[in-house]
Structures are given as C-alpha cells and as structure tokens.
C-alpha cells in the first residue's frame, strides 16, 4: 500500500481533502514531504523528476522572488504584478505536467511576510477564478509568515484569510516564530535568538482559533531554524522543541500534525554544480561558434545548446532532490 491508496487524486496536483489525507498517511508512516523551491521550469522538472523516479510524494513550492523570476526579471514587480503573474504561470505549468511524472503533487506557496500580502491576495483572487471554473483551487496551499509581527496580529490575520481560503477547500500553513536568515528581501539576520522559538501556549492559542474555521491548516513552529547555509555551529537548532510543542497539543486536543521539510539552498548550489562542471569541461567549445579542438572550422552548436547545459543543471539538482527523498523517508511511499 501507498499514499496514492488513500487519494482521490492519483497524479498530478491534488487539493482540499486529497493533502489532509496525504499528511496524515505521511505522519502514519512516519515520513516527512520535501517541499522543493522552484523558480523555473527547468527546476520544476528536475524536481519531478527525481519524485517520480523514487516513486515519491512531492511539494513544489514557490517564494515571492521565485515567482517573479518565473514571470521574467525584465518585469517590474513594485506592485507585486511579476510575482502575481509568475505565480500564476507556473501554478498552470506544473498543473499541466506533473500528472506525465505518474506522482501527486502539492502546489504551495513559500513564506509571505506582512509587506508581501498583496503578493497572496492577487494569487487568492487567481484561485477563487480558477475555482469558480474547475471546481478546485489553482494553488494546493499557501504560506502566510507574520512571525515578525506580534502574535495577535498574526493569528488574527491568519484566520481572516482562512476564513477567505476554507470555501476553496485550500490548505494554509502559518509560522509563529521567526525564520532566521535572509531570503527574498526578508531580512531577520539580526533578530534576537530568543524570537527564533516558539512558546506551546502560542501554538494552542492558534489551534483554538483557526480549528473552527477549517481543517486545512498547519503550524510552522521556529525551533532555531533559519534560511542560507552557515558554518557548522553557528546555527543552533532544538528539533526537539517541535515533539515537545505537539505533545502539548495533542495533550489538549487529541491531534497529530505532519509537516514538510522546506529545501532550497541546498538544490541551488546542486544545479549549479552540473551547469560549473559542464562550462569548465566544455571550456575549449564555449568560446566562440566555429573552432575547438578537433578542428579550427568545427562548429560548436551542440556544445553551447542551452538545452545542454541546463539539462546538466537539472541532473545534478534531481540527483539531490533524490537524496532527500531517500533521506527523509519519502522514497517508495507512493
């Protein structure tokens, strides 16, 4: 038996009761979702493809940059129109591909601070349209991370957009406590420690007031974690922080949660590595059109392709996203 057994939705990107039951068959197995960010299409099938060759569930997630990026650098984004249009661009993408991988798909969206809200309401009026159409949201799922602001304010608005999201059937997840680090011009490098915790009685706190609202919801609680990559030691994390902050729940409420494991730092540095390897093996074809080594009139076309080396990119970023999977238990789940 896999995780496709208790899904509507065998392939492809699946929504509302399909990603309740797809959590809680990963908490009863005892596996973790890798939520894999994408900016591209080319990182998307990469990731796909190592999902489909390890017979793996799979996130694909993307940030406010990301989503940009995949609308066009050449977009002006001050009003948040690239990262709408990207968002909405790659959400119709992966829809068309992913159920040729034969795997489900969560489609999801990464953390969204209080000044890159307007980024999520153009995405939530995307979903209400494509709703109203198909009958399911365009997106599994989106992230909301007020964890800067005070707790009130954020459980406050979180629940205002539930409320906004619970007729789609759409999954939102919340952080409490701040992600340190930097990413997408979200800067909390210089935040105290202390605010890189969370407190269990915030957690109930959240628990009470968006249980009402909708099932389709989790926590994102900080244990320590933050974004980038940092010297050994610098970084202190208390994973044990999370069992102790369940069981306060559980305790009050019956409930288990499973959770994904958000991985991006690591793939970008793993396609660069076969776009490098490829440009530094292939440095003598790259320089010019016509001439290299075999030859002062030998054209270099199928050297200098981009379908070439971007395909090296996507193998060794798919290599990674593999060992992840198998990391994580989530290989042969499906």
């Not at 205002?160 to 930097?182: D, F, N, V």
């Not at 102790?244 to 559980?250: A, G, I, L, S, T």
Request: proline share 5%; hydrophobic share 35%; aromatic share 10%.
């Amino acid at each position: 038996m896999g995780c496709q057994d208790v899904l509507k939705r065998k392939a492809g990107v699946i929504y509302g009761e399909d990603v309740l039951k797809l959590f809680k068959y990963a908490q009863e197995k005892a596996f973790a979702i890798p939520a894999v960010n994408v900016t591209s299409s080319s990182t998307v099938v990469a990731s796909l493809e190592a999902a489909r060759d390890k017979k793996s569930p799979l996130i694909l997630q993307l940030s406010q940059g990301g989503a940009a990026y995949f609308c066009g650098k050449g977009v002006s984004n001050s009003d948040q129109t690239a990262s709408i249009t990207g968002a909405v661009a790659a959400a119709h993408f992966i829809r068309a591909v992913a159920p040729a991988y034969g795997i489900p798909v969560v489609l999801h969206t990464d953390h969204c601070a209080k000044k890159l809200l307007p980024w999520l309401d153009g995405m939530l009026d995307a979903d209400e349209s494509f709703f109203k159409s198909t009958g399911e949201p365009l997106y599994s799922s989106h992230m909301i991370d007020l964890s800067e602001e005070s707790v009130d304010f954020n459980i406050q608005t979180t629940a205002k957009y539930l409320s906004r999201m619970a007729p789609l059937r759409q999954w939102l997840e919340m952080e409490i406590g701040i992600t340190g680090g930097e990413e997408d011009g979200v800067n909390n490098e210089s935040v105290d420690n202390n605010s890189l915790y969370t407190q269990p009685e915030d957690i109930y706190d959240i628990y009470k007031t968006l249980s009402p609202i909708s099932p389709y919801f989790s926590i994102a609680a900080g244990f320590g974690n933050v974004h980038g990559v940092y010297k050994p030691g610098n970084v202190k994390l208390h994973p044990e922080l999370l069992s102790k902050h369940q069981k306060y729940v559980q305790d009050k409420t019956g409930g288990k949660d499973a959770k994904p494991v958000f991985l991006d730092t690591d793939m970008q540095y793993a396609y660069t590595e076969g776009i490098r390897d490829y440009m530094s093996s292939k440095k003598d074809y790259l320089g010019s059109q016509v001439g290299n080594p075999e030859g002062s009139d030998k054209p270099n076309k199928k050297y200098y392709d981009p379908r070439v080396w971007v395909r090296e990119g996507e193998k060794t970023m798919s290599k990674r996203v593999s060992e992840a999977l198998v990391d994580f238990n989530t290989a042969g789940q499906v």
